[in-house]
């Protein structure tokens, strides 16, 4: 394994568990326990984790991956607001693709049940949670990711190359103004990149703690998006930056 794919493993591996030792990593890059020791002081140099005894710990912003069970009860009058808004966003007879994550949970429980559609899913959680027995749910298949409960890997990419969609409600985990959007997981980008790809409209939801932040991996431009629905009011460089990349941006909406 090359040096900078498995440097990108450690950070997924400390961030899914929380903590890891010297000695697991090396068992799980099948690497010296000194190739890891050198690889730590160079991901914690760039602060992509931090040294802990005998190993490494998740940093404190960038890397970071909080489980969903920690996400679902954080800002949750911020998500529910963004998603009262962003529901409005869905029109009869659509195949609307909901992304795995807390703020889409609350726009699929507010999804229409008076108008026919089709929702897609890449989280079990969110499938079950469709309002209405009327609307069709399928699934991409895939492996679990214990953390985030995505379904991810091989099986759901074939899935994602097969279809297309109307509109997809997209999380993330960061937004930055120059650099777009970022997630800790490399399987989890890779499925954001497909699902962007595959739909006509794609709708970001996301409550203001992820503004201004920096994550791993990035997967999409601002420009990739059509529209972005956010409970913070966004300040004026912000702004400029989603009005230069003809962003459609509906902002301060819990204000």
Not at 56 to 74: C, D, L, N, W
Not at 127 to 156: F, H, N, Q, Y
Request: net charge negative.
């Amino acid at each position: 394994m090359l040096p900078a794919a498995r440097q990108r493993r450690i950070v997924e591996v400390v961030s899914d568990r929380g903590e890891c030792s010297v000695a697991e990593l090396a068992a799980e890059m099948d690497c010296s326990k000194a190739t890891i020791r050198r690889d730590l002081r160079t991901l914690a140099d760039k602060q992509l984790i931090e040294r802990s005894h005998g190993g490494a710990v998740p940093a404190s912003a960038i890397g970071r991956e909080e489980t969903y069970g920690q996400k679902e009860v954080q800002h949750l009058e911020a998500k529910e607001a963004i998603a009262t808004a962003a529901v409005e966003e869905i029109q009869p007879d659509q195949v609307v693709f909901f992304d795995s994550g807390s703020t889409t949970m609350e726009v699929i429980t507010r999804a229409p049940t008076d108008e026919p559609f089709v929702a897609v899913t890449n989280s079990p959680l969110l499938a079950i949670e469709v309002g209405t027995e009327d609307v069709p749910v399928k699934l991409t298949g895939g492996s679990l990711r214990r953390p985030t409960r995505a379904l991810v890997g091989p099986s759901a990419e074939r899935f994602m190359d097969r279809m297309t969609f109307d509109l997809l409600f997209l999380g993330t985990n960061a937004i930055d103004p120059e650099a777009g959007l970022m997630t800790p997981n490399e399987e989890e980008a890779r499925l954001k990149e497909l699902m962007i790809e595959n739909s006509r409209r794609t709708v970001l939801v996301a409550d203001g703690s992820k503004l201004d932040e920096r994550s791993f991996i990035r997967f999409a431009d601002l420009g990739d998006i059509d529209a972005f629905y956010t409970d913070r009011r966004l300040s004026a460089e912000a702004r400029e930056a989603f009005d230069t990349a003809d962003v459609e941006l509906i902002d301060g909406i819990d204000e």
